[in-house]
């Protein structure tokens, strides 16, 4: 099956610094989605992004199909930014779509 | 912006026992799923439902997992006779395609 691999697993910043997560899968895919998982375990959507650049105040993604990666950009980070950022890639099986999630990336932004 | 909506946010139970995990989906959507998320793990697919019927599953979706939509608003997980191992995180999301849209979850607790 398709594999989708998340760095760094862990990241730790000061409040105010930049940071660059990065997503790559094996094979194509139809879509991507970026999620934050908050500390209450909510799954929080960020970006629909299946090719291209998308901005969204402080947090853009952008999404090359062509060589399998996505990258997601916090700018200015604040504490309220920690949590687990997940990037999953839409295949459609079966007759639906359905998303394969990676590992995540564990985000700590500290005061 | 409507939403999935997902009952009890937390469930505790015993083993053995049988639950039922209750999602509303965002009312003119086709495609419903349920996800699954051990803690500290990344996210599962469990199932797919398209047109009342299951239109893919997974390997952790067995015989003791079942699905329904009894009356065309709700969406129903259940776990017949609930393990310790099935103590998780359980997503219901929903789509007309692509992106999926994910409730807020049910923490699961097997004591």
């Known amino acids: 099956g398709i594999q989708v691999e998340q760095s760094p697993p862990d990241l730790i910043l000061q409040e105010g610094a930049n940071s660059t997560l990065r997503c790559n899968f094996s094979?194509?895919?139809?879509?991507l989605q970026w999620f934050h998982q908050n500390p209450w375990g909510q799954l929080i959507n960020l970006f629909y992004?299946?090719?291209g650049t998308k901005q969204n105040g402080r947090l853009s993604a952008t999404t090359v199909a062509t060589e399998r990666y996505s990258l997601l950009y916090i700018s200015s980070s604040q504490t309220t930014d920690s949590g687990v950022y997940f990037c999953a890639v839409e295949l459609y099986q079966g007759g639906s779509e359905k998303l394969v999630f990676g590992k995540g990336t564990k985000l700590t932004v500290n005061p | 912006e409507p939403e999935v909506t997902q009952t009890p946010s937390h469930q505790v139970t015993q083993m053995g026992q049988e639950v039922i995990l209750r999602c509303v989906p965002i009312s003119n959507h086709l495609y419903f799923y349920w996800y699954r998320q051990i803690l500290g793990q990344k996210v599962e697919f469990l199932v797919s439902f398209y047109n009342n019927e299951i239109s893919e599953k997974s390997e952790i979706f067995d015989d003791q997992f079942s699905v329904e939509r009894p009356d065309g608003s709700n969406f129903t997980l259940k776990i017949r006779s609930t393990k310790l191992e099935d103590s998780a995180m359980y997503f219901c999301a929903s789509s007309r395609g692509s992106p999926l849209h994910f409730g807020n979850g049910t923490r699961l607790t097997v004591t």
């Open positions: 992004i299946p090719s």
């Open positions: 094979d194509s895919v139809n879509n």
